[in-house]
């Protein structure tokens, strides 16, 4: 089916709105560790290393509070308008989402990976998640600077996939315990691995798409 410009918007607005509703939930969820302690909300079951790791906390909050520059910053990328109209603003942003995310949201989740709950199968979900999170988005600001700007494209779809597996973890966790009540830890290593695979899934195909045409 060939979809219109109609089809084209509003797909564009949904996935706006899908993006605004889930980022406010986000915010919600940042807003908990604010001030920061060391038992806000997810570290109560993470005393262990708040009391045995002097690097734990500030790497768990530089983490948690740069997520949201990430959702924010990596969604305007994909703005035709930006783009065309606007080209330093999508610059600046663009900017801002590397930086944030290859100098401390990707090595602090790489940190916080290592010493994840649910073992080693959870543990290695997460770190394969920041490594790949953080080598996409390098080899996108390399594509750019070599005006590689294709190539530059399908790096910022992978990255932002990823990404958005902040969200996506979220809302996997949501519907396993609502619908399938596992026990806190099984839900633990399933979204650990469910949260961002089938986004990369998704940004392949995306990837594969656009190179189809």
Same mark, same amino acid.
């Given at each position: 089916m060939q979809l219109t410009k109609k089809h084209k918007t509003t797909a564009q607005f949904l996935a706006l709105a899908l993006l605004g509703f889930f980022s406010f939930l986000m915010l919600e969820i940042t807003l908990r560790y604010i001030p920061a302690s060391t038992r806000a909300s997810f570290l109560q079951i993470k005393q262990t290393e708040v009391e045995n790791l002097w690097y734990y906390l500030p $790497?768990?909050? &530089?983490?948690v509070y740069t997520?949201?520059?990430?959702? $924010?910053a990596g969604f305007t990328q994909f703005s035709r308008y930006?783009?065309?109209e606007h080209r330093s603003v999508h610059r600046i942003t663009g900017y801002v989402y590397v930086l944030v995310v290859l100098f401390f949201s990707a090595p602090t989740g790489?940190?916080?990976g290592i010493h994840a709950n649910g073992g080693g199968l959870a /543990? #290695?979900? #997460?770190? &394969?998640?920041?490594?790949? !999170?953080w080598a996409f988005t390098l080899r996108a600001v390399m594509a750019a600077r070599?005006?590689? #700007?294709r190539e530059h494209r399908f790096m910022m779809i992978r990255s932002y996939a990823l990404t958005l597996s902040a969200i996506t973890l979220r809302l996997w966790k949501w519907i396993l315990v609502q619908f399938f009540h596992p026990s806190p830890m099984d839900v633990y $290593? /399933?979204?650990a691995g469910l949260g961002w695979i089938p986004? !990369?899934? $998704?940004?392949?195909?995306?990837?594969y798409k656009i190179k189809s045409k």
């Open positions: $790497v768990f909050y &530089t983490h997520s949201m520059f990430c959702l $924010v930006l783009l065309r790489f940190i916080m /543990i #290695f979900f #997460f770190i &394969t998640l920041s490594v790949l !999170w070599q005006q590689q #700007f $290593v /399933i979204v986004n !990369w899934l $998704v940004a392949e195909y995306i990837i």
